[in-house]
């Protein structure tokens, strides 16, 4: 299981034509959307071989490539990851500072948090994940 670009010790993971960091995507589709460029989807297809098993974080510093060439750089970023499990809270300090360096903001400046549906819903019966991320982009 990959979760901001962190390898999450779990017997469990994610099914998805890329390594499946559903974080990574949440916030890519944020940076994407704040700029009206579209998604995820729409810049990388499932139906392409080109991102077969690719490691998301690629696609974040695609994304990054896209908002700079637009004149923006991240102010900050918010991620919420919601997960019935595994446990992930120990692993948050290393999500914030992998995402910190993609992005290329300061640690302080990249939130990451986990919380359960306490057992309701998909989520909660452990079947999947959800993922909400917010961010704000400053004209440079």
Known sequence: MW???VRIDSPTGFVAHSDGDVAIHALCDALLGALALGDIGHHF???SDEFKGIDSKILLARVMDLVRGKGYSVGNA???IALQAPKIGS???AMRETLAGLLGV???CVSVKATTTERLGFVGRGEGCEVWAVCL???A
């Open 91 to 93: 692993y948050v300090p």
């Open 106 to 108: 300061g640690v302080d």
């Open 3 to 5: 979760l901001c670009g």
């Open 78 to 80: 918010d991620i919420t």
């Open 45 to 47: 297809p499932d139906s």
């Open 137 to 139: 982009l400053e004209k």
